[in-house]
T-cell receptor, first 111, second 109 residues
Framework: DTAVSQTPKYLVTQMGNDKSIKCEQNLGHDTMYWYKQDSKKFLKIMFSYNNKELIINETVPNRFSPKSPDKAHLNLHINSLELGDSAVYFC??????????FGPGTRLTVT | GQSLEQPSEVTAVEGAIVQINCTYQTSGFYGLSWYQQHDGGAPTFLSYNALDGLEETGRFSSFLSRSDSYGYLLLQELQMKDSASYFCAVRNQGGKLIFGQGTELSVKP
């Protein structure tokens, strides 16, 4: 029933590890996004996909690689995790850019 | 450059009315959105204004003046559950939503 879902909800890992976050939406939207929210609550877009095609790629380290197997799924793989990657990562989807539906978030802690 | 300005904190009492302002500077403007986020939760869409004027949805209203690069969110009949962070966000010509730093609203009994 959930519109936008993400797994896992929490991720605790050590520096240097590789991890993935998965996102799925059942709203039939064409566009999906990854956002990073830091400890000061600043929400910044990282990537956007429209119908499986990458359309926005912000200045993000290339250790971050998104993948969209189909328009309902958008995953985020992070290589060689660093302390500064600790944040909450939100997936979102939309049919209209101004009206976005967010997943519950994945709280990533790198130790 | 692109920037959004909104107050960092606002405090009000239950039953009151509060207005959260947002001014913006952006390359190309297509609309202003508002999102609510409770502690530990996800941002939730509240409203989107593409045209000048007031949009009302229940206790919440949102206003936009494109000529002044200004908008606000008006919350009426405040309830304790309205305590949350409120973000304005601008849709720009790059097809992105650029978020403000958020306004933390505290509603006191």
């Amino acid at each position: 029933d959930t519109a936008v879902s993400q797994t896992p909800k929490y991720l605790v890992t050590q520096m240097g590890n590789d991890k993935s976050i998965k996102c799925e939406q059942n709203l039939g939207h064409d566009t999906m996004y990854w956002y990073k929210q830091d400890s000061k609550k600043f929400l910044k877009i990282m990537f956007s996909y429209n119908n499986k095609e990458l359309i926005i790629n912000e200045t993000v380290p290339n250790r971050f690689s998104p993948k969209s197997p189909d328009k309902a799924h958008l995953n985020l793989h992070i290589n060689s995790l660093e302390l500064g990657d600790s944040a909450v990562y939100f997936c979102a989807s939309s049919q209209e850019i101004g009206i976005q539906y967010f997943g519950p978030g994945t709280r990533l802690t790198v130790t | 450059g692109q920037s959004l300005e909104q107050p960092s904190e606002v405090t009000a009492v239950e039953g009151a009315i509060v207005q959260i302002n947002c001014t913006y500077q952006t390359s190309g403007f297509y609309g202003l959105s508002w999102y609510q986020q409770h502690d530990g939760g996800a941002p939730t869409f509240l409203s989107y204004n593409a045209l000048d004027g007031l949009e009302e949805t229940g206790r919440f209203s949102s206003f936009l003046s494109r000529s002044d690069s200004y908008g606000y969110l008006l919350l009426q009949e405040l309830q304790m559950k309205d305590s949350a962070s409120y973000f304005c966000a601008v849709r720009n010509q790059g097809g992105k939503l650029i978020f403000g730093q958020g306004t933390e609203l505290s509603v006191k009994p």
